[in-house]
């Protein structure tokens, strides 16, 4: 983290970060006290929040809803997957012979030798 990354900084703060790029951000972090003012603004915020906000109920609709997309047979979306990925395909396919039909007509048109050119 050369330089200061706001994103990435609330990205560590949520412990999102793995590997190189928490290495990284965690060295940027030991060199740099603007980003760990900010930080610490990031987390006591956080906490803040957690402690404070207040909980919000789901709605009563989501509990309906949540029951007839577990009611919904598996079989159901398999076959609404299986019969958009043969319109896709089925689509790519047309559009592929299509394009090859247009290239080919254009290439008809242009003249493949010297002496296809008459100029008078």
Do not use: Y
């Amino acid at each position: 983290m050369q330089l200061c990354n706001l994103q990435r900084l609330d990205a560590f703060a949520d412990g999102e970060l793995h590997g190189p790029l928490r290495s990284e951000c965690e060295q940027h972090l030991a060199e740099c006290a603007l980003c760990r003012a900010e930080l610490a603004e990031i987390l006591a915020l956080r906490d803040f929040l957690i402690v404070n906000a207040p909980a919000v109920p789901p709605s009563i609709s989501l509990a309906g809803r949540v029951r007839e997309r577990i009611a919904q047979p598996w079989w159901a979306r398999a076959a609404a997957a299986a019969i958009l990925l043969v319109a896709l395909s089925s689509g790519f396919e047309a559009g592929r012979k299509l394009a090859e039909r247009a290239s080919g007509a254009a290439t008809d048109l242009l003249p493949t030798e010297m002496g296809d050119i008459h100029v008078r």
